[in-house]
Structures are given as structure tokens and as C-alpha cells.
């Protein structure tokens, strides 16, 4: 079973970041990178940078996920591992519910910029809790535009204004505004095939454009903590991101314990 170690839960909480000791085994990388290659043939139209709610596949490999992404169930699979899951439970509690999965590819020579910004600005999570785990499986460097991140940008839990980028080259159209953080503090988060970075949802982070010789890709798995409502009824900056999403018809799976809040519904996006 896979733990993060005391040293690594105070970095989480203190930092907004870390990166477990414990990686995905190569072969399971191996399989993964298979999947990406299969979900990036069912979606000739869809920018790989913006390959939303990967994990969703609905009825067969032709079909939509509401999201405008023909989804690959190995990355559901890849959320629910029992490793990763208990990694997260380490950092954020043991009640836990997985809402989102999104695939950034970015490739050689023309890979999109993602602007300075803070996940929570987007997702109609109340009260606002969310752990990232995001899993290399080719190597993520500065060369090729590995997150960079603010540390302990998380502590204060406040939301920066974010102001719209009339940009087509971008994975996210928000950048957050300026003066709200001195870039100098910025940390680079290289890593190699199977590590993985979990960060937090107020984490201030962003990443340059690829123009390198070689593919960057990380599988974004999201989880909170059953104690937040994944409120469909809301509709944070929606429509002007970028990147379609539908939080309306967004499945949820609880992946540990219970769901303590009790308003979450776990019936609305999954097949009957």
C-alpha cells in the first residue's frame, strides 16, 4: 500500500505541493501511454492539451462524454488505482470523491502555454477542497514546459482576480492579474515517466509553451473530500476558459469512506 510519509504530508500542507516518493510502475506507465495514444486517435479534433474527462467513455469508443471528448476507460482505471488513491487520502482525509480527470499533451514544437492561474477559480466545489495528482508519463521538463508553481501560494486560501486572454494558443484562456505574486518565487516540478506532483487547489501554478524536441504529457486525476458539495447548480466562469466542460451532467465516483456532506449525487453523467 502505497503512503505518503510525514515529511511528505507536511510539504503538502506547508507547500501546496509535493512529489510522493512512491511512482507508478513502469508497466502500468507503459500501458498508459498506449491509452493516450488511443485517445488521442479518437479525438483528431480536439487540441491534446484540452482532452477533458478523459475517463469518461460512454457506450463505445465512438461516443461523446458530454464534454466533447471521446473518452479511454483506462484512465478511469488509472484514478481508481488503490495506490493513488491512498496517497490522496494521506493528504486530504479518508473520505474521498474523484470528479475530474483531464489529459494535457503537449506537443513538440507547438505545445500551448497554460497561464499563471489557481484551479479553484473554475470548479463548483463548496466549501472549495481539492487535491491534484498529476502523473508524468513522458518526462516533464523545463526544456519541454514542466509546471512551475508559487509555494505556499495555497496558505491563504484566497482566490486572485483572473482576467480573460483573447488567445488561441493557450491551454486555459484566464490568466490570473498582475501584481497578485512575485514570479522570482517560482519552482520548476520536473518529472519522469510514473512520478507523480499532487498540489492543491489554491496552488498558484502554470506552465510554459513546448517548443522542444519532445512530448510533454500528465494525466490530471481530481479528488475531494466528501466533505464539499460538487454543486451542478453552479457555473464559475462558464464558457470562458477555453475548454469545454459541463459540470452539469460531470459523473462522480466516491473512491473511500462516505460521503459526509451528503448532497452529492453519484447517479447524474454515469449510463443507467
Not at 491512498?86 to 480527470?101: F, T
Not at 477542497?129 to 518526462?139: I, M, R
Not at 498558484?204 to 479528488?223: D, M, P
Request: glycine share 8%.
Amino acid at each position: 500500500m502505497a503512503k505518503l510519509h510525514p515529511h511528505e504530508v507536511e510539504h503538502y500542507q506547508s507547500q501546496g505541493w509535493v512529489i510522493p516518493q512512491w511512482r507508478l510502475p513502469e508497466p502500468r506507465v507503459a500501458q498508459m501511454r498506449s491509452a493516450l495514444d488511443e485517445l488521442i486517435q479518437r479525438n483528431p479534433a480536439v487540441r491534446p492539451e484540452k482532452l477533458v474527462s478523459a475517463h469518461v467513455e460512454r457506450g463505445g469508443p465512438g461516443q461523446d462524454n458530454g464534454e466533447g471528448v471521446r473518452g479511454v476507460a483506462d484512465f478511469l482505471a488509472l484514478a481508481r488505482d488503490p495506490d493513488i488513491v491512498d496517497l490522496v487520502s494521506d493528504a486530504i482525509g479518508q473520505d474521498l470523491i474523484l470528479w475530474g480527470c483531464h489529459v494535457f499533451c503537449k506537443p513538440a514544437h507547438e505545445g500551448y502555454e497554460t497561464p499563471w492561474h489557481q484551479d479553484g477559480h473554475y470548479w463548483p466545489i463548496r466549501p472549495l477542497a481539492t487535491c491534484t495528482v498529476w502523473v508524468a508519463l513522458e518526462p516533464s521538463t523545463r526544456a519541454n514546459g514542466c509546471l512551475r508553481v508559487i509555494p505556499g501560494s495555497h496558505r491563504d486560501k484566497f482566490l486572485h482576480p483572473h482576467l480573460h486572454e483573447d488567445r488561441q494558443d493557450l491551454t486555459l484562456q484566464q490568466r490570473m492579474a498582475d501584481g497578485c505574486f512575485d514570479e522570482a518565487d517560482a519552482v520548476d516540478i520536473e518529472l519522469q515517466p510514473g512520478q507523480m506532483r499532487l498540489h492543491d487547489v489554491y496552488m498558484i501554478h502554470g506552465a510554459a509553451a513546448n517548443a522542444s524536441t519532445q512530448r510533454r504529457t500528465g494525466v490530471a486525476l481530481r479528488y475531494m473530500p466528501a466533505t464539499s458539495h460538487f454543486d451542478r447548480s453552479l457555473r464559475p466562469v462558464d464558457g470562458k476558459t477555453g475548454v469545454a466542460v459541463n459540470f452539469g451532467q460531470r459523473p462522480l465516483w466516491l473512491m473511500k469512506g462516505r460521503d459526509v456532506c451528503g448532497l452529492n449525487d453519484f447517479r447524474v453523467g454515469h449510463l443507467a
